[in-house]
Structures are given as C-alpha cells and as structure tokens.
C-alpha cells in the first residue's frame, strides 16, 4: 500500500480526491501536489498583468499560459494566481522527469556542471578532457541498435539539418570514389556560386505531414502547416504520402495494408525518378506536429528495405518519439528492424540534441566540413546523463508502457461512452504517445485549463497526449475524470 505523504501545497489536498490507483502503486514524488488545483479563471488577473508586461518587450501572441517553474513540481505545472494543473503537454513533449525534479536538481548544482556553464567549450576546437568520458556515459549509453557516434547539436531542427548535411557529403563521396578522391577544380569555384557540382542538386525526401523543424533546411522537409513555410525560400526536394490509416485498425487490416504499400511505392518512384535525386528519407516513427499520424512496423521495414536498395540514407527523427514516451526508450525500437536506421536524431526530452549514427562513411572526409562553435553543451549532455540515470532508477520507460495501456483503455471505455467526441483514438501499445481526433479539439484544450488539465493539440483535429515519463496511473485518473467533465459538458 502506498504512503501518501504530506502534499507540497497544502490546498491540493482538499482538492484532491483518493483514486483508484493510489492504492496499488507507489507515487514517484510522495511531495508532488495530489491533484490540480484551480482558482481563478486562466489566465487570472497575475497572469494577464505580467503578460502585458511581457508583451512590450516580446511577443506573446503564441502565449499558452504563463508559468511558474519554481512553483512547478512533478507532473504539475503552476502559474502566477495560484492555479496548478496537470500537463500532459510538458513544453510539447520535451520534459521528460518533472519539474524540479531533485535528481536533476542535484546534477544541475554540481561543479561539473558549473565548469560547463561557465567555461562552454566550442568543442570542435577545444574539448573537455572528460567529453568522451560524458558521452559514454550519457549520450552514448543509451544509442539506439546500430549507433556507436553522435554528431551533437543544439535543437531539434538543428541536429536534422546536421544530419542532412552529412548524408549529402556521404552521397557525393561515394559518387566521387572514396573518401581519398579530391574536389575538382570546378567543384571547388562552382560551391561558391552556389552552383553544380560544387552545390549539387540533391534532395532530402520527406513525408506529407511531416515535421522536422523550421530552419532554413529542415523546413523544406516539413511539410504539416503552411504557416511555418510561407515566405520562405524552400528547396525544391520531393514529399511523399504518409500512409492515411483507418481506426480502429483491427477492422482495417487490409485497406491499411494497401494504403501503405501505395506509399511505399510512392517513395520507391521518386527515389528513381525525382529530377533532384535524394540521398536520404527522413520519417518521424510517429508524425507528431502534423497530426499524431502512426503507420505500421512493416511500413517502416518496408521503407527501411527500399532506402537500402537504392543506396540512399534513412535518417529517422526520434525528436519527438525518443526518450522513452512510445514505451521503448526509442520508438523505431517497435519496428523490429534487422537492418538498422542509418542516422537516429534526439532532441526534446534528452534536452541537448545531435544525430546517432554508426557507419564511419558518414564522418564526412575532411574536418570541418561538419562544424560551428560550440557543436554542442557539455552542459546539456551532462543533464541528458542525469535523466539517464534518474530513468533507469525509477524504471520510467517500463513506467511509460503500463501507464500508457492503462490510459488508452481508459479512454477506450470514453471513446464507447462518448462516440462522436474521441475518433481515431490512436498509439495502442505506444506508451503514453496516445491521440484521438476531436471535432470540437480546440474547445476541450481549452476547457482543459478549467478542469485542471494542460493538454496540447496536433495537426488539424487531433488531441495529443504527451506527459513525462513520471506519468502513473494515479495520474491518468485524474486525467480520466477531467476529460469526462469536459465531455460532458
Ligand atoms: C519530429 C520533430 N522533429 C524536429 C523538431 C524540431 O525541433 P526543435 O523545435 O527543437 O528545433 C520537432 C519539434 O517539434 C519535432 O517534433
């Protein structure tokens, strides 16, 4: 039987009702607030004064709720009038063991991490003395099949753009002969004029839907709202289908199957046919921003198969889907490949970022051809290690697993309770990865705020789940018992 201790913020106690699952598992946080606390309309008066203020000197049309981190704890997230709710959004999936978690607490106030901060190295020219050291205990501990380097980087798009850069040097090296074969003469004054051969007209293929960032590059790859693109120059790089399933997918075995051998033979004709001929495909294991959209183990085997045959690159981003959300630390751990992915990018949960990747052809031939200042923040890895480490002592992938079942069966009863407001309930099997499509979605996130709940969206329709991994089943009750409010209502 667990011990409740006494709760962080006297007054969640009173808000806070016993659930089910208090009985048969252990909280996490004995000290996190046992339910939501909400006291004033959200934003409250605070709230609304600080982001006025805020809004002189930074834009805050964007703004979802205004927080206080100090005041935030576990899996609850605080603002400034006194409301705290449960965030099942997390900084869009990015915060992996709660907030103010005192195992990370303790790293983030060690010397180590001091020297870090205040001596940040640029480590391409200047290494730590102990940077191997923190990649292989960090970064480099928990690399998928396959992966036995990492390229670092700062952000999500920025390790996807990293990832682009050396598949193309890969390709036009192997074009060339070898890493020993030099540029010509022409290549070397035509890359200056942005010219073949020196900038060669390749291509990154990416998927319909698709989101892999908005810098310069990654943004010719994502292709989910045309506001993050309009404006900009793009590559001209081809997209292919992803594939549309049917829910649930127990009674659409067959029409899925066909839909996703049309679009692997959608990507089989452009590898061969695209007049700007790709050297990689970049997939998201579940596209996440564009809408939660899943495709199958063999779809991604099948894809894994046809980048193989034609000698061109799979670089799959775990940007979103990494760190342990879908139930395995790696989500492409569900697909069972034999052949592994050539390139794996992180970002988000492991809070620095960078691509994995295991053949040494795709160290490009020379240095600095890969390369900025900093390529990185020992600072950041040296948190990455510690969420490692607080993972591994609280078992929180395995967490993630069973809390997500027990979610998804919850909602399955609200799905047969309330039919028309949970379609498509989606991510059985993945972990807490779990979305539905709602034809009121913007609505419920909205009323979320009312009952307690931080909950995100994605793509046109869809309600996205994406708490910590410290998320238990305690948790999905409250959660539950919110969400039947709203529908309700
Ligand atoms: C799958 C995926 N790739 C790349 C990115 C871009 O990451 P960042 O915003 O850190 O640049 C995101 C961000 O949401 C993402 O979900």
């Known amino acids: 039987m667990a011990t409740q201790s006494p709760p962080r913020n006297a007054s969640a106690a009173a808000a806070a009702k016993p659930h089910l699952a208090d009985a048969?598992?252990?909280p996490y946080f004995p000290d996190e607030p046992t339910g939501p606390i909400v006291r004033t309309e959200i934003p409250g008066p605070k709230s609304k004064e600080a982001i006025a203020e805020l809004d002189k000197v930074f834009d805050t049309r964007s703004l979802n709720m205004m927080a206080n981190y100090q005041n935030s704890f576990g899996n609850y997230i605080a603002d400034l009038d006194g409301n705290v709710l449960l965030d099942v959004y997390a900084q869009i999936a990015s915060i992996p063991v709660g907030y103010s978690n005192p195992s990370l607490l303790l790293a983030a106030?060690?010397?180590?991490?001091?020297?870090?901060?205040?001596?940040?190295?640029?480590l391409g020219n200047f290494p730590q003395h102990d940077w191997a050291q923190i990649l292989e205990t960090g970064i480099l501990r928990v690399a998928p099949?396959?992966?036995?380097?990492?390229?670092t980087a700062q952000a999500g798009s920025d390790a996807n753009e990293l990832a682009y850069k050396a598949a193309f040097m890969w390709k036009r090296r192997?074009?060339?002969?070898?890493?020993d074969v030099e540029f010509t003469a022409e290549e070397i004054e035509s890359s200056m004029n942005n010219q073949s051969p020196g900038s060669p007209n390749m291509s990154i293929l990416s998927f319909k839907t698709a989101f892999h960032g908005r810098l310069f590059?990654?943004?010719?790859?994502?292709?989910?709202?045309?506001?993050?693109?309009?404006?900009?120059?793009?590559?001209?790089?081809?997209?292919a289908s992803f594939p549309a399933l049917k829910y649930p997918l127990e009674q659409h075995a067959e029409e899925n199957a066909r839909e996703e051998a049309r679009c692997l033979a959608e990507v089989e004709k452009l590898l061969t046919t695209y007049h700007n001929p790709p050297a990689a495909v970049i997939v998201e294991p579940i596209q996440s921003e564009g809408g939660d959209n899943h495709a199958s183990p063999a779809f991604f085997r099948g894809l894994r198969e046809v980048t193989r045959k034609h000698d061109v690159l799979l670089i799959v981003d775990e940007v979103q889907t990494g760190v342990g959300a879908t139930g395995k630390f790696w989500a492409h751990e569900h697909w069972n490949l034999q052949d592994p992915p050539d390139m794996v990018t992180f970002s988000k949960k492991a809070q620095t970022a960078g691509y994995y990747f295991g053949n040494p052809e795709l160290r490009p031939n020379k240095p600095y051809r890969q390369f900025n200042t900093w390529m990185g923040d020992p600072a950041r890895a040296l948190l990455f290690r510690a969420i490692i480490n607080e993972i591994a002592r609280l078992n929180l992938v395995h967490n993630t697993a069973e809390t997500g079942d027990y979610l998804y069966a919850g909602l399955e009863s609200l799905s047969q309770k309330y039919?028309?407001?949970?379609?498509?309930?989606?991510?059985k099997g993945q972990?807490?990865?779990?979305?539905?499509?709602?034809?009121?979605r913007d609505e419920i996130l909205k009323k979320g705020k009312g009952v307690g709940i931080n909950i995100g969206g994605s793509g046109a329709s869809a309600v996205r789940l994406r708490p910590m991994l410290i998320f238990q089943k305690?948790?999905?009750?409250?959660f539950l018992e919110a969400m039947e409010k709203i529908l309700k209502s």
């Open 474 to 478: 305690r948790h999905a009750d409250i």
């Open 145 to 151: 099949k396959g992966c036995d380097q990492v390229f």
């Open 24 to 26: 048969v598992e252990q």
């Open 419 to 427: 039919p028309g407001e949970i379609e498509n309930l989606r991510g």
């Open 109 to 122: 106030t060690s010397p180590d991490m001091a020297s870090a901060i205040i001596n940040r190295p640029a």
């Open 174 to 179: 192997q074009q060339r002969g070898g890493a």
């Open 431 to 440: 972990g807490t990865f779990i979305a539905w499509d709602s034809p009121r």
């Open 217 to 239: 590059g990654s943004l010719s790859t994502t292709r989910s709202k045309p506001i993050h693109k309009l404006d900009i120059p793009a590559f001209d790089w081809p997209q």
